[in-house]
């Protein structure tokens, strides 16, 4: 059975070199996050930048932050950062 997470922060200073920020300073469902909870081997993760999805090359994600490296591009003050987290697991119910 899939669960979804979606976490949203903006982003406080205009970068063009890789940044991190603490999950701290992200919010799921409107309530400020403590971790990035569900990753692990049966879970998948997005990174949405101004709502567009980005490549799994250009970000690293830890219970406790996500680092994006633009790559020389410019990212804004105010840019909308979305980390979307899937986790799977399986149900077995018997006969």
């Given at each position: ?7 949203l ?6 970068a ?29 993760s ?50």
């Amino acid at each position: 059975m899939p669960s979804n997470a979606l976490y949203l922060a903006f982003l406080e200073q205009t970068a063009s070199v890789p940044v991190t920020i603490g999950a701290g300073q992200f919010t799921v469902n409107g309530v400020p996050a403590a971790s990035f909870e569900g990753l692990g081997p049966s879970a998948y993760s997005m990174l949405y930048l101004n709502g567009v999805p980005q490549e799994q090359n250009i970000y690293t994600l830890t219970p406790t932050s996500v680092t994006i490296d633009p790559d020389g591009a410019t990212l804004f003050a105010g840019t909308p950062i979305m980390v979307q987290i899937v986790s799977l697991s399986v149900e077995i119910t018997g006969s």
